[in-house]
């Protein structure tokens, strides 16, 4: 599985964003597409989670309300609607999945298999 992620940019704070995760090769493995983003002398962190069986969906604290995750099943791409971004929001924004029988939690990086090359979000004040 190839995971690109698209969509970033410079927005200013209050301004949306939406990210796309488009998935290639065997995509009928991928079970749960995440959301991490790692800022500058940061701990990557769970942004928001799918479950691409039952579109279970997941969020971190800091963007419940603001951002929705979604999926395109005729295209294979998860993505990431971003709203009343934040200076705070500022980071590398990594899609990841993972395929089948790995542990459900959709904010366990550590179960993860497949990862983007992360795309670039930066929300000026």
């Known amino acids: 599985v190839q995971l690109q992620a698209s969509g970033g940019g410079l927005v200013q704070a209050g301004g949306s964003l939406r990210l796309a995760c488009a998935a290639s090769?065997?995509?009928?493995?991928?079970?749960?597409v995440g959301w991490f983003r790692q800022a500058p002398g940061e701990e990557r962190e769970f942004v928001a989670g799918?479950?691409?069986?039952?579109?279970?969906?997941s969020y971190g604290d800091s963007v419940k309300g603001r951002f929705t995750i979604s999926r395109d099943d005729a295209k294979d791409t998860t993505y990431l609607q971003m709203n009343s971004l934040r200076p705070g929001d500022t980071a590398v924004y990594y899609c990841?999945?993972?395929?089948?029988?790995?542990?459900?939690?959709?904010?366990?990086?550590?179960?993860?298999?497949?990862w983007g090359q992360g795309t670039q979000v930066t929300v000026s004040s």
């Open positions: 799918i479950s691409w069986r039952t579109s279970q969906t």
């Open positions: 090769g065997r995509t009928s493995h991928i079970y749960q």
């Open positions: 990841a999945a993972k395929r089948i029988f790995r542990p459900s939690d959709l904010s366990q990086m550590a179960s993860y298999d497949w």
